[in-house]
């Protein structure tokens, strides 16, 4: 039974601990700031039941949702980042990758796979923004670069899951070449005839945006999903006047003509699949 004490900070709860609430269970919503229960969020597939805010999900969850069962064949895993500039800030940069290795249990911020969808076979990649942002950096170009090249050898659709807050600024330069890498085998994709649906989640920005996640055939957005290239405050110096609220948002951009769709998560997959049968006919 729970019982109350008055302390200068306020009142306290006390309670014998069968009540306590394990950690990890609950998540409030961003966008409303109603408390889901984890297990609710994975039936919906991280949007929320209240608002439809959509949470963030890795590629994992991303390459379930879309490919068929069974049929997902992950590629490029053993790839891994150096640290060729012996770069620090904080702490140095060799350091925080090993961090960040040991905690998310993931080599770098991009995932590949092969796998079905219905009657098309995709070569498709997906970011994750556990890891340093979902920063673009000499790894996360070459997996991407990769994924392109499987569409251009074996005339697969490429389907491209940005999530990033732009290029790896502790990989310098090389960080800035995957802007250019990425495209140009786009170029090739684009050469030989075969689709590739770019989408955008929330956060896509940076070097990211300027480069292969705008590139797509198509390119369809999340709902509410924050897509831009530098912040509004940096933009509002450079040209020096207001912009319009929301700007950076999906539904913005998708009305601005930058945007071809905004799309639903719980969607996504019937969506796809219908563009690839429009495209691949």
């Not at 309670?15 to 984890?38: M, T, Y």
Request: with cysteine.
């Amino acid at each position: 039974m729970a019982w109350f004490h008055r302390t200068k900070k306020g009142i306290l709860t006390k309670n014998d601990g069968k009540n306590k609430i394990p950690d990890g269970q609950w998540e409030k919503c961003r966008g409303c700031e109603a408390i889901n229960h984890q297990r609710e969020l994975e039936v919906s597939l991280k949007v929320c039941p209240k608002c439809s805010y959509h949470g963030r999900m890795n590629p994992e969850g991303y390459f379930a949702l879309l490919l068929d069962e069974g049929s997902c064949q992950f590629q490029d895993q053993d790839i891994t980042a150096k640290d060729p500039l012996g770069f620090t800030d904080r702490k140095k940069y060799s350091d925080r990758l090993s961090a960040t290795r040991k905690k998310t249990g993931l080599s770098d911020a991009a995932q590949a796979a092969l796998g079905k969808m219905e009657r098309h076979t995709v070569s498709i990649a997906a970011m994750d923004f556990r890891f340093i942002g979902g920063s673009m950096g000499s790894v996360v170009g070459e997996v991407i670069a990769r994924t392109i090249r499987r569409g251009v050898d074996q005339d697969l659709p490429v389907i491209i899951i940005a999530q990033s807050g732009g290029a790896r600024m502790m990989e310098g330069a090389l960080s800035l070449m995957q802007m250019a890498k990425t495209s140009a085998n786009l170029a090739k994709l684009h050469e030989k005839g075969v689709p590739y649906i770019s989408v955008l989640t929330n956060p896509t920005t940076g070097g990211v945006s300027a480069s292969f996640a705008m590139l797509g055939d198509i390119n369809i957005a999340e709902p509410g999903a924050l897509i831009g290239f530098a912040g509004p405050r940096v933009i509002r110096e450079t040209i020096g006047q207001d912009l319009p609220k929301g700007f950076q948002s999906a539904e913005f951009l998708r009305d601005h003509g930058f945007v071809d769709i905004v799309v639903d998560r719980r969607e996504l997959r019937s969506t796809l699949i219908h563009l690839l049968d429009l495209l691949q006919d």
